[in-house]
């Protein structure tokens, strides 16, 4: 399928970037795959240079030092209220007006977010910036299909402070590095050890294991093969999550009351581990430490069904619901080639033609349906407030996933939103309608691949308000 | 300009807080001689069928054009008589019932002087005032506003809006205020319906999850809706938003530190099919509009005495009936003016009659009155502006069209 230059353009926005901005068809459009590559080559590809986000040690430190003030906030209010009851008056010194009446004890209502919701929110925006202002948007939307392959969630106990630092010490850090270099970052961040329970797993036979009742907890080593890795169904059994479990014991944080300098941080706590050897899918691994982990990681990182499940999860993603084999074929062997060097499998992707040639037949997820409008009417929300609403009414809750298989991939589960999609649509429309001319953002974002019934619908609608809405709503805005 | 809530900041209040309804003070140069003026302009999207709103039900050739579409004073309902000529659509018993007592006034056959049939430029040109469409981020009302000397009893007052987004015609260069309706204007059938058929001739799995969700039977009920719908929009949302708004507008301009300028928009009225103006949806938005006529006249209370409601559209319709039941984008159409100030009670038309011959393009009610003459009319009699200004900052370029006069009791 020849497709004009401005179409093929607007194809690479749409399928493989976060949607056309003013001039950016015109801008790629003597190259699209050029402009593709071009933003894997980057200075500082995929990271964040914000300096006011925290690392996550120091943002589970700052939450955590919120949480005990929050708790000896409450604790010193209770007891003055039982010392006040009785004698009617305040013996509570004060600290800073001797004279001043005693405040009364009233109890703070809706405080506002707390700390980790506040670093929480502050790494949304952050994110949501990045893919603003991204050119095409490729390697953001790289760094999301990482992001919810190796998802962790902001519901789980303490991950909501860390799963922004964790998606950019994690997935930015090696997004165009080697898959074994994520898959290690990943399985040994805290916010993945919290969310799939293996900072408190612990081994049988270890010093700790002996001393109390609590265990093994498999749940981190069964994702790993079955969704991060291997894929479901593969080559492993059972037998092996249970060992691989064992080997990855003692992958905890420190703990905070231990040591405020470096609470929160990852590290391998031997006190926890499962001693001696493991055999992990026919092989056999010494116990040596933490070292018996990495050693796993990294065979499991080679395997040739790992290659084919991340080959066809990225296909699936970026191309096709049911990915032309041909192309899963052909990234998988990239992959074993070039020992899983993520760049390259991503511009084996870029090359193919079958991911050029697939109809656009995938509905855009939430999130990027969602930064599509605002990139396409040229709005930056100064409060990213309604742009996380939309997100979770659509049912894509910003790192917040229901489940460890995180966001699917495949197209029909969004189609219920449509609904929903209509009326953020709606709305949004009406709120920029007067700052977006709906003839202009349709020039810029859709012409090249309208319908003439899209074209019309737009240009007819009765109001600016309206076109825009239809233009957010139209097939051809919505697939990819 | 000590009030600034919308220059720099304006799109960051529009995406933070959904705006809307915008206001202006009124400077005091016309309360000097004692009167505190109030004027709300009411902008309907989609340009209004003029003829469906008021029928020239006298016109021998009306009832061939229109067929069974065609109000009567015999139909079913009985068109509401205004004159011996032209009859007011039976959904507005209440405009109706203040034109009876002097408080409304029609205008027939006008327009605006664009003269070509896109949306976006009409309404640019009925709230820009400029004589062609082009970039325009200011509009007639804010400039007549902006250019009244500030007067001598209070400071000046910022102007008023109210609606999804301020109206350009309220937007400029003195201060606008605005408010945000409590409940969100629904989503309009309207755009539901355009949706579908986007979808039936695109994209069927869209089509069908749409009709699925939203309920295909509720649409196409679209004439006799209870509202009882939560998704598309009902009868009784329209009417509920409609009167809201405007309610809350007249709240506004009746309070005695209030502002004395408003305007806000209401949308729907592009009916190319199954327009209904007797029972179905054209009939439902006249209702809502008659409804909030209504509420402007109760929120009034005894400012109503000194107010105008000036009610006008982009443009106006195809004078026949298409093939589908309803009409597509004219020309010439109503403006339906209401408010305790005006000498009402009679519907201002050099009427150009509806023979083939005599329609503009063969198609359209032919316009005979300039709509900025009845504009700058209320204008210079009602806020005091004056000619030079109306013809030159106001409305550019428009020496020619010379103010209406007459349309006020005092004037």
New interface residues.
């Given amino acids: 399928m020849a497709l004009d230059p401005k179409a093929q353009a607007a194809l690479a926005l749409y399928r493989f970037g976060l949607g056309p901005r003013a001039g950016s068809i015109a801008g790629i459009a003597s190259d699209p795959r050029g402009a593709l590559l071009a933003e894997l080559d980057g200075a500082g590809a995929g990271r964040i240079g914000n300096a006011d986000l925290l690392t996550s040690g120091t943002a589970a430190r700052v939450a955590f030092a919120f949480q005990q003030a929050q708790r000896a906030a409450r604790q010193a209010e209770r007891a003055a209220q039982q010392a006040a009851a009785p004698s009617g008056g305040a013996s509570l010194p004060q600290m800073n007006d001797q004279s001043a009446p005693p405040p009364a004890p009233v109890p703070v209502r809706n405080p506002g977010p707390g700390m980790p919701q506040q670093i929480y929110l502050a790494e949304a925006k952050a994110r949501i910036q990045a893919a603003l202002g991204a050119e095409v948007g490729f390697l953001e939307r790289l760094v999301w299909f990482w992001s919810n392959h190796f998802c962790v969630s902001a519901d789980k106990g303490n991950v909501r402070q860390i799963c922004g630092a964790y998606e950019r010490e994690v997935i930015r850090a090696n997004v165009l590095g080697r898959f074994s270099d994520m898959l290690l970052a990943a399985e040994s961040h805290p916010a993945m050890l919290i969310y799939l329970d293996n900072a408190r797993s612990i081994g049988p036979d270890s010093i700790a294991g002996l001393r109390q009742k609590r265990g093994l907890n498999e749940n981190l080593a069964r994702e790993i093969l079955e969704l991060h890795t291997l894929g479901v169904r593969t080559v492993y059994t059972q037998e092996d999550v249970t060992r691989f479990a064992n080997v990855i014991t003692g992958w905890t944080f420190v703990p905070f009351r231990q040591d405020p300098v470096r609470g929160g941080e990852f590290e391998f706590n031997p006190r926890m581990h499962q001693p001696g050897a493991q055999t992990v899918i026919g092989r056999s691994y010494p116990d040596a430490g933490m070292q018996q982990g990495r050693d796993v990681l990294a065979a499991l990182a080679r395997h040739p069904a790992t290659a084919k499940h991340v080959a066809a999860k990225l296909a699936r993603h970026f191309v096709a619901d049911e990915p032309p084999p041909a192309l899963v074929e052909r990234l998988a062997k990239r992959f074993l080639a070039t020992q899983g060097d993520l760049k390259e499998v991503t511009k084996a992707l870029v090359a193919a033609p079958e991911a050029w040639e697939a109809p656009r037949a995938k509905l855009k997820r939430p999130g990027e349906w969602v930064v599509g409008m605002l990139r396409a009417a040229g709005?930056t929300?100064?409060?990213i407030?309604?742009v996380m609403q939309a997100h979770n009414l659509l049912g894509e809750p910003l790192w917040r996933p229901s489940a460890p298989k995180g966001f699917a991939d495949e197209s029909a589960p969004w189609?219920?939103g449509?609904?929903q999609r209509?009326?953020i649509a709606?709305?949004f429309a009406?709120?920029?309608?007067?700052?977006a001319?709906?003839?202009e953002v349709f020039e810029q974002a859709l012409a090249p691949l309208a319908?003439s019934?899209?074209r019309q619908?737009v240009?007819?609608?009765?109001?600016?308000?309206?076109?825009l809405?239809?233009l957010f709503?139209?097939?051809?805005f919505?697939?990819r | 300009m000590t009030f600034n809530l919308h220059a720099a900041t304006r799109r960051e209040l529009l995406i933070a807080s959904g705006t809307l309804f915008a206001w202006a003070y009124l400077p005091k140069v016309a309360r000097a001689e004692g009167r505190d003026p109030r004027l709300l302009v009411i902008v309907l999207r989609g340009a209004l069928d003029g003829l469906a709103a008021v029928a020239p039900v006298g016109d021998p050739d009306w009832l061939a054009l229109r067929g069974d579409k065609a109000l009567a004073l015999d139909g079913k309902p009985p068109a509401l008589p205004l004159d011996s000529f032209f009859a007011l659509n039976p959904a507005m018993p209440n405009l109706h019932r203040l034109y009876k007592s002097g408080a409304a006034t029609i205008v027939h056959a006008t327009a605006t002087p664009y003269r070509e049939r896109s949306h976006f430029d009409g309404q640019d040109v009925l709230e820009s005032g400029l004589a062609k469409p082009g970039a325009a981020d200011t509009g007639w009302l804010n400039r007549a506003l902006a250019s009244l000397q500030p007067g001598d009893r209070a400071g000046s007052r910022d102007a008023f809006a109210i609606g999804p987004i301020a109206p350009l015609v309220v937007r400029g260069p003195a201060p606008v205020l605005s408010w945000t309706p409590r409940r969100l204007p629904p989503t309009g059938d309207d755009t539901v319906m355009r949706l579908m058929e986007l979808y039936h001739h695109t994209d069927p799995i869209l089509a069908r999850v749409l009709e699925e969700r939203m309920g295909l039977a509720t649409i196409a009920r679209a004439g006799g809706m209870d509202g009882e719908q939560p998704q598309a929009a009902g009868a009784g949302q329209v009417r509920a938003y409609f009167a809201e708004s405007a309610g809350t507008a007249a709240k506004f301009l009746a309070r005695a530190d209030g502002p004395r300028i408003g305007a806000l928009a209401f949308d729907g009225w592009d009916t190319h099919a199954a327009e209904g103006a007797m029972s179905g949806r054209l009939a439902i938005l006249l209702g809502a509009l008659d409804g909030a006529i209504a509420a402007i006249e109760t929120e009034m209370k005894d400012a109503w005495r000194e107010t105008v409601v000036a009610i006008v559209t982009e443009f106006g319709r195809t004078a026949r009936i298409n093939g589908t039941d309803g009409t597509d984008h004219g020309t010439a159409t109503v403006a339906l003016i209401a408010g305790g100030a005006l000498k009402g009670d009679r519907v201002v038309a050099d009427w150009p009659g509806l023979k083939l011959a005599k329609l503009h393009d063969g198609r359209d009610l032919k316009p005979t009155t300039d709509l900025r003459a009845v504009l700058k009319g209320l204008l210079k009699d009602h806020l005091r502006v004056d000619d030079a200004v109306l013809a030159t900052k106001v409305f550019p370029d428009s020496a020619a069209v010379k103010p209406m006069t007459g349309l006020l009791q005092q004037a």
């Fill in positions: 709005i929300p100064p409060d407030g309604p189609l219920d449509l609904a209509l009326d709606n709305q009406r709120r920029v309608g007067a700052e001319d709906p003839r319908s019934e899209t619908a240009l007819r609608a009765e109001s600016r308000p309206q076109a809405a239809l709503m139209a097939p051809e919505q697939r």
